[in-house]
């Protein structure tokens, strides 16, 4: 009897412990599920760049068509906040099967007022392009972290 408890005690901790085990994140999955990403559209992927822009930014309103032989996609961005945000946003886009179309990827910059909405919108210059990912994110400019810098070294 002793055994048979023990035995069943062991196995119920290495199941728990696998079940555990199979529910942490691993960075190298592509679609992992996180609180930044939404990839809930077939044919797009909204992306929030920091984790500090949750609950303040949101992307909406996601509309995927076409423009004669191009793709087409706009995604809204709306500041649920009452502070004023300097963002960037890049269109990514991939073709059917899902590789990536190498285009001149370029972060625009954007200023959202406190509860503003403004709708953003892009062409895949490509005729395979079908697919899109919209990120967004806080800018980080090199050029002004340094000079930063060489301002406190003077």
């Known amino acids: 009897m002793k055994k048979t408890l023990l035995m069943s005690l062991s196995l119920l901790s290495a199941l728990l412990l696998s079940a555990c085990s199979t529910?942490?994140?691993n960075p190298n999955i592509r679609h992992n599920a996180q609180n930044t990403i939404?990839?809930?559209h077939p044919r797009m992927r909204l992306v929030l760049g920091?984790?500090?822009l949750v609950g303040k930014?949101?992307?909406v309103?996601?509309?995927v068509g076409a423009v004669g032989h191009f793709a087409r996609a706009e995604v809204t961005v709306q500041n649920l906040s009452n502070n004023r945000y300097s963002l960037e946003y890049v269109y990514d886009w991939e073709d059917e099967q899902?590789?990536?179309i190498n285009?001149?990827?370029v972060w625009k910059r954007f200023v959202l007022a406190?509860?503003?909405v403004k709708s953003f919108q892009a062409i895949g210059k490509d005729q395979r392009a079908y697919k899109a990912t919209m990120k967004v994110r806080l800018p980080e400019d090199v050029f002004i972290q340094q000079e930063k810098l060489q301002e406190k070294e003077n």
């Open 50 to 52: 920091s984790e500090k």
């Open 57 to 59: 930014i949101a992307l």
């Open 114 to 116: 406190p509860r503003e």
């Open 98 to 100: 899902g590789f990536s």
């Open 61 to 63: 309103d996601v509309r």
């Open 38 to 40: 939404n990839d809930e």
């Open 23 to 25: 529910h942490g994140s």
């Open 103 to 105: 285009e001149n990827k």
